[in-house]
């Protein structure tokens, strides 16, 4: 079957695969530092409201996008636009973005497989929080071995998308998603038995809505955009491997419950771990992973030291999976633009994105240890990649798309996509159509200010 024609073979495949790529390290991450900053239950009522009128419509419109041209983004952005030329050069967002991003989430990514590692050999045993605060900045400051564990996981990734879009990417995501959600459902049963587990579930479920601000609103409604991993055309590239007799609007909300779920169930996870070891606050981002959680596992085990490293292990072993089912859509959305539009085969296509996110990867990895002091508008190369995707070309690109479907694309062809040709009914397209003319903009620019700091 040619590549142009390819689509999943399944929809359980597609929505796998759909949700693989919302789901990642942000939501292991991201979710419990933005909850714990942001005043707990509150926050997420607010986080859930705007995944419902922002992300989800943002997700419809990349979807419908990709399916109605089929062959890729360009495609689906001229021919939906009537012929305009213009649109074509949207086809190239996804490659700028999905290497840049995948360059410096591939760091991240090879971070998860060392302590992986270290939780598999023990390595943690032993160690006391200072030991844990070392032992990270050493490692993610040495020059070689992040680059081993970087091109390890790019290998890795590039291996499965070059088997194509159903024996790679679906068959890949019918295999890692259910085993991510195996290793979330026993990892939250063993944290109900810990004994902060009751403070952590009552600031995960009862709501303190004194604590909320404007700011926690904004922060709400950025978490639910940035977690769907909306504007990259990220799903726009996955869009066009859907069916013609899948229902959009339907996948799209099961899509975003499931990633909804896994971001809940993670802070199910973090939130009665941290409250077990006195002095502990759950938003510290990136470093409660490397550094707080390690220190955590082996404390409230530490009268079992057999559950401290299965509970260390299973944990690095989940942000392994969430890591890869990501970093495959970034890889796909980059590297389908070669293999479509220049003829490559499959494999040298994604050889290529490989090579060239490896090379920038390195750059990234640098900035944290021989080249930390080298900076560019005063941010460090691993900084500047995750400001230029997630400020700038996140929140440009959702506003785009919502303004090309909203007021560019004649209504009827939209109408006529979600609703399969007028064969499904779909009650809620008045409502979804008001959001990406207005509703979703105004949130987009909002947001878009908010992380510019200038709002």
Same mark, same amino acid.
């Given at each position: 079957?040619?590549? @142009?024609?390819?689509?999943?073979?399944?929809?359980?495949?597609?929505?796998?695969?759909?949700?693989?790529?919302?789901?990642?390290?942000?939501?292991?991450?991201?979710?419990?530092?933005?909850?714990?900053?942001?005043?707990?239950? /509150?926050?997420i009522?607010i986080?859930?409201?705007?995944?419902?009128?922002?992300?989800?419509?943002?997700?419809?419109?990349?979807?419908?996008?990709?399916?109605?041209?089929?062959?890729?983004? #360009?495609?689906?952005?001229?021919?939906?636009?009537?012929?305009?030329?213009?649109?074509a050069?949207?086809?190239?967002?996804?490659?700028?973005?999905?290497?840049?991003?995948?360059?410096?989430? /591939?760091?991240?990514?090879?971070?998860?497989?060392?302590?992986?590692?270290?939780?598999?050999?023990?390595?943690?045993?032993? $160690?006391?929080?200072?030991?844990?605060?070392?032992?990270?900045?050493?490692?993610?400051?040495?020059?070689?071995?992040?680059?081993?564990?970087?091109?390890?996981?790019?290998?890795?990734?590039?291996?499965?998308?070059?088997?194509?879009?159903?024996?790679?990417?679906? =068959?890949?995501?019918?295999?890692?998603?259910?085993?991510?959600?195996?290793?979330?459902?026993?990892?939250?049963?063993?944290?109900?038995?810990?004994?902060?587990?009751? $403070?952590?579930?009552?600031?995960?479920?009862?709501?303190?809505? #004194?604590?909320?601000?404007?700011?926690?609103?904004l922060?709400a409604?950025?978490?639910?955009?940035?977690?769907? @991993?909306?504007?990259?055309?990220?799903?726009?590239?996955?869009?066009?491997?859907?069916?013609?007799?899948?229902?959009?609007?339907?996948? @799209?909300?099961?899509?975003?419950?499931?990633?909804?779920?896994?971001?809940?169930?993670?802070?199910?996870?973090?939130?009665?771990?941290?409250?077990?070891?006195?002095?502990?606050?759950?938003?510290?981002?990136?470093?409660?992973?490397?550094?707080?959680?390690?220190?955590?596992?082996?404390?409230?085990?530490?009268?079992?030291?057999?559950?401290?490293?299965?509970?260390?292990?299973?944990?690095?072993?989940?942000l392994?999976?969430?890591?890869?089912?990501?970093?495959?859509?970034?890889?796909?959305?980059?590297?389908?633009?070669?293999? =479509?539009?220049?003829?490559?085969?499959?494999?040298?296509?994604?050889?290529?994105?490989?090579?060239?996110?490896f090379?920038?990867?390195?750059?990234?990895?640098? @900035?944290?240890?021989?080249?930390?002091?080298?900076?560019?508008?005063?941010?460090?190369?691993?900084?500047?990649?995750d400001?230029?995707? /997630?400020?700038?070309?996140?929140?440009?690109?959702?506003?785009?798309i919502?303004?090309?479907?909203?007021?560019?694309?004649?209504?009827?062809?939209?109408?006529?996509?979600l609703?399969?040709?007028?064969?499904?009914?779909?009650?809620?397209?008045?409502?979804?159509?008001?959001?990406?003319?207005?509703? /979703?903009?105004?949130?987009?620019t909002?947001?878009?200010?908010?992380?510019?700091?200038?709002?």
């Amino acid at each position: 079957m040619s590549e @142009s024609k390819t689509n999943f073979g399944s929809k359980i495949g597609a929505i796998l695969a759909a949700a693989g790529s919302a789901v990642g390290l942000g939501n292991v991450w991201r979710f419990p530092t933005e909850t714990g900053a942001n005043g707990g239950a /509150a926050f997420i009522l607010i986080y859930v409201f705007f995944m419902i009128v922002l992300g989800v419509p943002v997700m419809i419109s990349e979807l419908a996008i990709g399916r109605y041209g089929q062959k890729n983004v #360009s495609h689906s952005f001229f021919t939906m636009s009537g012929n305009k030329k213009m649109w074509a050069y949207m086809g190239w967002f996804p490659v700028v973005a999905g290497i840049l991003v995948l360059s410096y989430y /591939a760091v991240v990514a090879g971070w998860t497989l060392e302590y992986a590692f270290q939780a598999g050999i023990n390595g943690f045993a032993g $160690k006391n929080a200072t030991d844990y605060a070392n032992d990270f900045v050493a490692f993610s400051s040495d020059p070689v071995k992040p680059l081993l564990w970087l091109g390890l996981i790019l290998a890795f990734t590039g291996v499965i998308v070059a088997c194509g879009v159903q024996k790679g990417i679906e =068959r890949g995501a019918k295999i890692m998603m259910p085993v991510l959600f195996l290793c979330i459902a026993i990892l939250v049963f063993c944290s109900f038995t810990l004994p902060g587990a009751s $403070k952590g579930l009552s600031f995960l479920f009862h709501p303190d809505f #004194s604590k909320v601000t404007g700011s926690t609103i904004l922060s709400a409604m950025g978490q639910a955009f940035f977690s769907l @991993s909306v504007g990259i055309c990220c799903l726009c590239t996955y869009g066009c491997y859907f069916r013609k007799d899948v229902n959009l609007m339907k996948d @799209s909300l099961s899509v975003a419950g499931i990633d909804t779920l896994v971001a809940l169930m993670s802070g199910l996870i973090i939130f009665p771990a941290v409250y077990s070891v006195q002095g502990l606050e759950p938003n510290a981002g990136p470093a409660l992973v490397f550094i707080t959680l390690p220190n955590v596992f082996q404390q409230v085990f530490s009268g079992v030291p057999a559950l401290a490293y299965g509970f260390s292990l299973l944990f690095y072993l989940l942000l392994v999976m969430a890591a890869l089912t990501s970093s495959i859509s970034m890889l796909e959305m980059s590297a389908a633009i070669f293999i =479509r539009k220049f003829k490559m085969s499959r494999t040298l296509g994604c050889l290529m994105v490989v090579a060239i996110c490896f090379l920038l990867g390195m750059i990234c990895s640098f @900035s944290f240890g021989i080249w930390s002091d080298v900076t560019v508008c005063s941010l460090g190369f691993f900084d500047l990649f995750d400001f230029i995707v /997630a400020k700038l070309l996140m929140p440009i690109g959702a506003l785009i798309i919502c303004l090309f479907l909203g007021w560019v694309v004649d209504e009827k062809i939209l109408r006529n996509e979600l609703t399969n040709g007028g064969t499904l009914r779909q009650p809620l397209y008045p409502l979804y159509r008001a959001c990406i003319r207005y509703f /979703a903009p105004i949130c987009i620019t909002l947001i878009f200010l908010n992380e510019l700091g200038l709002f």
